[in-house]
């Protein structure tokens, strides 16, 4: 079951045209809807119009789900195109990507079967947002602390300490410290782009 992201969405740092075009390409790529689209990503077809058409600029938990549910990447979606498939990602060709205040770095290869981000996440970004879809994540954190809500249990990280999960775990993260935390992120790639995902606002527990 899906619900909408209450309030105004977060705009997306840095200027990304391409996106809106590309969001609606891959839709009518997998053959669907705008309202099917909408329901398995948890927006209302109203919000999803908007990204379609620029109006609006995707968060990086929306471009996450988006990206699942159309069977693709991040990457794809904001049109990056790494050259080939090599093993080694060399850090002086990565640049980071802003989105809805997170900052993140490519760090695996496209065309794999999940995907590596480092990725920065601001003070009080997305704390409100669950997602909850197939799949597992594993995530580290590099430098901050970092509240992780995973269904009913909440946890505090601090560097060095990591987290391996069931995806379809309702969960949330949220960085503690004022200046932000820096996690190294995997998710698995859903090939289904009918995968059932949800975005959605807490009830109002805190961690």
Sequence with gaps: ???SPSGP???VGGDLPAVAPRLRALRRRTALTLEAAARAAG???AHLSRLETGQRQPSLPVLLTLARVYGTTVS????ETPAGRDAVVRAAG???TEAGGWRYW???????GMQALRVHVPYGSQGDMVRVHPGEEWLYVLRGRLRLRLGD???RLAPGDSAHFDSLTPHRIVAEDHDGVELLFVHTLLQSPTAALCLGPTTGETP
């Excluded at 794809?76 to 049109?79: I, R």
């Excluded at 490519?106 to 794999?112: D, F, K, N, S, V």
Aim: proline fraction near 19%.
């Design 1 to 3: 079951m899906s619900s």
């Design 9 to 11: 969405a977060p705009e």
């Design 43 to 45: 927006l209302s077809p």
């Design 76 to 79: 794809e979606l904001l049109g």
């Design 94 to 96: 990565t640049a980071p």
């Design 106 to 112: 490519p760090a695996g290869a496209p065309g794999r």
């Design 153 to 155: 249990s909440a946890h």
